[in-house]
């Protein structure tokens, strides 16, 4: 009997699954829990997320820029952490963000892409838009990738540092 190609899974997809249900494990109790961030879709090329603006503003009720970059950081890693795969580490080195428009209500969704991806390094960009697909914030992660630490237990989770 012929299977159905788009019901099998290749060694990579099984691989980047267990990454994000890690992810999803590691996360509990985490600030990119507490601040409500739920991931939408995740690829090593290209990661979804969304956040709720309440709870994550500013004394004026916007949104608060370190939360941009708390979902940037927290989308760009397991981007990383997909690119670098299921033995190696990754641990955000740099982070740039530019605010573009306040978000005072609803949710507001990050992309995070792949601009590239070697052995070492990955580097992300992420944009994050509000409710009306207004761009808000967009934002550039580099992570340096690794290998585990021999004679270690692994890491928590998929990654060192999943913001």
Request: with cysteine.
């Amino acid at each position: 009997m012929a299977r159905r190609p788009d019901a099998e899974v290749t060694v990579e997809q099984d691989s980047a699954l267990r990454i994000v249900e890690a992810y999803r494990a590691a996360s509990k109790d985490t600030l990119a829990d507490r601040m409500g961030i739920s991931i939408v879709e995740a690829s090593a090329e290209r990661v979804v997320g969304t956040m709720p603006v309440a709870g994550n503003t500013q004394p004026y009720g916007l949104l608060h820029g370190g939360a941009s970059c708390v979902l940037a950081e927290t989308l760009g890693s397991l981007g990383s952490a997909l690119h670098a795969g299921p033995d190696r580490i990754t641990v955000g080195i740099e982070i740039s963000a530019t605010h573009h428009r306040a978000a005072s209500v609803g949710q507001v969704t990050g992309v995070a892409t792949r601009l590239y991806g070697g052995r070492t390094v990955a580097t992300y960009e992420i944009v994050i838009s509000d409710g009306a697909g207004r761009r808000v914030c967009t934002s550039r992660l580099t992570c340096l990738l690794s290998e585990q630490v021999p004679g270690q237990a692994p890491a928590a989770g998929p990654s060192a540092n999943m913001s």
